[in-house]
Structure formats: C-alpha cells, structure tokens
C-alpha cells in the first residue's frame, strides 16, 4: 500500500512563491513516477509537472520556467516549488504516484493525496 499526504498549500499574492510537499509512505520502492496535477474549480484536472525514478522530468507549458518538481529519495518526499504565482494558478493540488512510468495522464497514475488549496490574490 502507497499512501501520499500532500502540505503546503495557502494563500499567496500573485507574484508570490510557495512549495508543497508530498511524503510517500508504504511500498516506496514501487513509485517509480511522481506526478503533480491541479485542478481549478469548474474545471478537470490538469497536469503540472512529473519526476521519474531516472531523475528526467517533465512540466506543463502552463507552469514551465515557474514551477520545478524534485525529490528528496532520503526523505521519500516530492516537492513543487512555485514561484511568479499568478492567480491562474489558483486550485486543489495534487499529489500521485504511478508503479510504472507513466506521464501527463490521470489515468496512469495509480495512488493520490488528498490535496491542498493554493490560492492566489491579485
């Protein structure tokens, strides 16, 4: 069993910065992708960025050269930093996790968070 509690999340003025954490616990060995998705009210669930167990990642156009996913193995956490936050960027995000290698797509991955609200004022 995977389980992924995500944190972070808050309120922020656009321009702001945030980073969310996502901790694996359970059968670490066995999330090979970690993936972040985010979804605006009204909205689907769009994906952000996702690191592979190769050390390759890869982001969205929406967030490139804003936000940057990475991992601390040591700790079994995943982190999205945030920088230039626009209110754009206000959604529930979260965390998953895929035993293969998977990518842009919900459906691939296998194990999610619970979320966390990132709002952003203007």
């Known amino acids: 069993q995977v389980q992924l509690v995500e944190s972070g999340g808050g309120l922020v003025q656009a321009g702001g910065s945030l980073r969310l954490s996502c901790v694996v616990s359970?059968?670490?060995?066995?999330?090979?992708?970690m993936g972040w998705f985010r979804q605006a009210p009204g909205k689907e669930r769009d994906f952000v960025a996702a690191s592979w167990s190769t050390g390759n990642t890869l982001h969205a156009d929406s967030v490139k050269g804003r936000f940057t996913i990475s991992r601390d193995n040591a700790k079994n956490t995943v982190y999205l930093q945030m920088n230039s936050l626009k209110p754009a960027d206000t959604a529930v995000y979260y965390c998953?996790?895929?035993?293969?290698?998977?990518?842009?797509?919900?459906?691939?991955?296998?194990?999610w968070g619970q979320g966390t609200q990132v709002t952003v004022s203007s």
């Open positions: 998953a996790a895929d035993r293969g290698y998977g990518g842009r797509n919900i459906y691939e991955y296998e194990y």
């Open positions: 359970g059968r670490t060995s066995s999330t090979n992708t």
